[in-house]
């Protein structure tokens, strides 16, 4: 049994593991990208703490499918480095999520900022 490393190292590894996101991942990039723009926006449109709470778990919820997906592709690459129909569709699944997360921030960005232009 593996010995359970200490509570620093663990934050430690996840900070690598964000920034590993945000410094490779083209689409992870994009993302903190519009959700910045978006935190700009809610600012400069005065949005109250629920409009924000809104545009916040929206914002993370896309990230993190956007770390899933990253993590999808990474174990099946080292699983199966050779195309093979099952990891494709595993790839796809895991793009669609993101697709699905992303769309749905859209969705809250209008609904949240339409009104105020």
């Not at 663990?10 to 978006?38: D, P, Q, W």
């Not at 699983?79 to 921030?105: C, M, N, Q, Y």
């Amino acid at each position: 049994m593996r010995k359970k490393q200490s509570l620093l190292i663990s934050v430690k590894s996840a900070f690598e593991g964000i920034y590993y996101c945000a410094t490779h991942e083209r689409n992870m990039k994009i993302h903190i990208g519009a959700g910045l723009t978006a935190g700009f926006f809610s600012w400069w449109f005065a949005l109250d703490k629920y409009e924000i709470l809104i545009l916040l778990v929206t914002i993370v919820g896309v990230l993190v499918a956007e770390m899933i997906n990253t993590v999808v592709e990474t174990l099946v690459d080292m699983i199966s480095p050779e195309r093979h129909p099952l990891a494709k569709i595993a790839k796809d699944v895991a793009a669609g999520a993101v697709l699905i997360t992303a769309t749905f921030s859209l969705v809250v960005g209008y609904m949240l900022f339409f009104s105020k232009l």
